[in-house]
Protein backbone atom coordinates (compact mmCIF):
# COMPACT_ATOMS: atom_id res chain seq x y z
CA UNK A 1 0.00 0.00 0.00
CA UNK A 2 2.90 2.46 0.88
CA UNK A 3 4.60 2.43 -2.37
CA UNK A 4 1.09 2.97 -4.45
CA UNK A 5 0.57 5.69 -1.91
CA UNK A 6 3.97 7.51 -2.32
CA UNK A 7 3.39 7.30 -6.60
CA UNK A 8 -0.14 8.57 -5.99
CA UNK A 9 1.46 11.25 -3.97
CA UNK A 10 3.69 12.16 -6.63
CA UNK A 11 1.17 12.51 -9.08
CA UNK A 12 -0.20 15.62 -6.86
CA UNK A 13 -2.99 13.46 -5.32
CA UNK A 14 -4.08 14.28 -2.05
CA UNK A 15 -4.33 10.99 0.37
CA UNK A 16 -6.02 10.11 3.38
CA UNK A 17 -5.53 6.91 5.15
CA UNK A 18 -7.78 5.93 7.70
CA UNK A 19 -7.85 2.83 9.86
CA UNK A 20 -3.72 2.65 9.85
CA UNK A 21 -3.85 0.34 12.47
CA UNK A 22 -5.30 -2.35 9.74
CA UNK A 23 -2.62 -1.86 7.56
CA UNK A 24 -0.68 -5.39 6.85
CA UNK A 25 2.95 -6.08 6.44
CA UNK A 26 4.35 -9.16 4.78
CA UNK A 27 6.54 -11.11 6.25
CA UNK A 28 7.05 -13.64 8.96
CA UNK A 29 6.52 -11.90 12.78
CA UNK A 30 9.42 -13.08 13.68
CA UNK A 31 11.39 -11.15 11.39
CA UNK A 32 9.13 -8.31 11.30
CA UNK A 33 9.25 -7.67 15.08
CA UNK A 34 13.37 -8.25 14.99
CA UNK A 35 13.91 -5.76 12.39
CA UNK A 36 11.53 -3.09 14.02
CA UNK A 37 12.96 -4.36 17.43
CA UNK A 38 16.01 -3.26 16.13
CA UNK A 39 15.00 0.62 14.78
CA UNK A 40 12.91 1.02 17.93
CA UNK A 41 15.48 -0.26 20.74
CA UNK A 42 18.38 1.01 19.53
CA UNK A 43 20.68 3.04 21.68
CA UNK A 44 19.49 6.71 21.89
CA UNK A 45 22.44 8.75 23.52
CA UNK A 46 24.88 7.57 26.28
CA UNK A 47 24.72 10.72 28.46
CA UNK A 48 20.50 11.10 28.54
CA UNK A 49 18.73 8.74 27.02
CA UNK A 50 15.71 10.68 28.14
CA UNK A 51 16.53 13.48 25.75
CA UNK A 52 16.03 11.85 22.53
CA UNK A 53 15.36 11.23 19.18
CA UNK A 54 12.39 9.09 20.50
CA UNK A 55 11.12 6.07 18.91
CA UNK A 56 8.11 6.15 17.17
CA UNK A 57 5.02 3.10 18.80
CA UNK A 58 1.63 4.62 17.03
CA UNK A 59 0.13 3.08 13.87
CA UNK A 60 -0.48 5.91 12.45
CA UNK A 61 2.98 7.65 12.67
CA UNK A 62 4.45 4.23 11.32
CA UNK A 63 2.31 4.25 8.29
CA UNK A 64 3.04 8.25 7.93
CA UNK A 65 7.12 7.88 8.25
CA UNK A 66 7.18 4.18 6.20
CA UNK A 67 5.58 6.91 3.18
CA UNK A 68 7.82 9.43 4.12
CA UNK A 69 10.60 6.58 3.25
CA UNK A 70 9.40 6.64 -0.23
CA UNK A 71 9.60 9.85 -1.04
CA UNK A 72 12.04 12.71 -1.71
CA UNK A 73 10.93 14.49 1.16
CA UNK A 74 14.37 16.55 1.36
CA UNK A 75 13.68 18.27 -1.78
CA UNK A 76 10.58 20.49 -2.57
CA UNK A 77 8.67 17.92 -4.68
CA UNK A 78 8.62 15.30 -1.91
CA UNK A 79 7.96 17.79 0.74
CA UNK A 80 4.97 19.17 -1.10
CA UNK A 81 4.12 15.15 -1.73
CA UNK A 82 4.70 14.81 1.88
CA UNK A 83 2.28 17.71 3.24
CA UNK A 84 -0.41 15.88 0.71
CA UNK A 85 -0.78 13.16 3.38
CA UNK A 86 -3.15 11.92 6.22
CA UNK A 87 -3.07 9.15 8.57
CA UNK A 88 -5.53 8.19 11.37
CA UNK A 89 -6.19 5.70 13.73
CA UNK A 90 -9.77 4.78 13.06
CA UNK A 91 -12.57 6.27 11.09
CA UNK A 92 -12.67 10.44 11.96
CA UNK A 93 -16.13 12.22 12.26
CA UNK A 94 -15.10 14.03 8.91
CA UNK A 95 -14.55 11.21 7.10
CA UNK A 96 -17.84 8.99 7.91
CA UNK A 97 -19.71 9.31 5.44
CA UNK A 98 -16.98 10.17 2.16
CA UNK A 99 -16.37 6.96 -0.11
CA UNK A 100 -13.35 5.20 0.50
CA UNK A 101 -10.88 3.28 -1.47
CA UNK A 102 -9.25 0.13 -1.30
CA UNK A 103 -5.97 -0.29 -2.73
CA UNK A 104 -6.62 -3.90 -4.25
CA UNK A 105 -3.28 -4.24 -5.49
CA UNK A 106 -2.15 -3.61 -2.20
CA UNK A 107 -4.54 -6.48 -0.33
CA UNK A 108 -3.41 -9.11 2.21
CA UNK A 109 -5.83 -12.02 0.40
CA UNK A 110 -2.74 -10.81 -2.45
CA UNK A 111 0.23 -12.37 -0.18
CA UNK A 112 1.54 -15.45 -2.16
CA UNK A 113 2.98 -16.44 1.12
CA UNK A 114 0.22 -15.58 4.00
CA UNK A 115 2.35 -14.63 6.44
CA UNK A 116 1.70 -11.16 7.34
CA UNK A 117 1.09 -8.47 10.56
CA UNK A 118 -0.90 -5.30 11.15
CA UNK A 119 0.73 -2.28 11.91
CA UNK A 120 -1.54 -2.57 15.11
CA UNK A 121 -0.37 -5.84 16.28
CA UNK A 122 3.57 -4.39 15.81
CA UNK A 123 2.76 -1.51 17.63
CA UNK A 124 0.39 -3.06 20.38
CA UNK A 125 3.99 -5.08 20.69
CA UNK A 126 6.40 -2.19 21.45
CA UNK A 127 4.24 -0.34 23.68
CA UNK A 128 1.04 1.22 21.86
CA UNK A 129 -1.90 0.70 23.89
CA UNK A 130 -5.18 0.42 21.25
CA UNK A 131 -7.62 3.06 21.66
CA UNK A 132 -10.43 2.40 24.34
CA UNK A 133 -13.43 1.68 22.77
Known amino acids: MASH ?13 VNAE ?17 HVLAKRRLKDPEKGPKKIRRPDLIVKLTIRGMLPYKK ?16 PREYEGSPMIKVEEAD ?21 PPPKA
Do not use: C, H, N, Q
Open 22 to 38: KAVISGSKKSIVEEYKD
Open 108 to 128: ASKLSLRKFMTVGELAALFGW
Open 76 to 91: PRGLEAYKRLKVYIGV
Open 5 to 17: VAKRLLAGERIVI
